[in-house]
Nanobody
Framework: VQLQASGGGLVQAGGSRRLSCAAS????????MGWFRQAPGKEREFVGG????????YYAGSVKGRFTISRDTAKSTVYLQMNSLKPEDTAVYYC??????????WGQGTQVTVSS
């Protein structure tokens, strides 16, 4: 499975940004797709995920209500819609795929910078 994340960039605080993660290769409907982020000097943290089979989503408390994950099964693409962005959301964002909470496949990361 190959994952290609895109959509990062510079955005002002309070603004919005949508990231995409296109999957290719031997994907499986049993997989979940997740978004993670890593800020400078910090550990990688889980942002949220979506179950490919039924589209159910789950989020970290820090982004719940501001970020929304969705999927387009026809395009094998997962989206991370980020609203009400804060400077502390600045990070490299990664998408991942896996099953049973084991994130086996990772994309290359895309930088999101939120200016105050």
């Amino acid at each position: 499975v190959q994952l290609q994340a895109s959509g990062g960039g510079l955005v002002q605080a309070g603004g919005s940004r949508r990231l995409s993660c296109a999957a290719s290769g031997r994907t499986s409907s049993s997989y979940a797709m997740g978004w993670f982020r890593q800020a400078p000097g910090k550990e990688r943290e889980f942002v949220g995920g979506i179950n490919w089979s039924d589209g159910s989503t789950y989020y970290a408390g820090s982004v719940k209500g501001r970020f929304t994950i969705s999927r387009d099964t026809a395009k094998s693409t997962v989206y991370l819609q980020m609203n009400s962005l804060k400077p502390e959301d600045t990070a490299v964002y990664y998408c991942a795929a896996g099953a049973a909470q084991i994130w086996k496949y990772w994309g290359q990361g895309t930088q999101v910078t939120v200016s105050s």
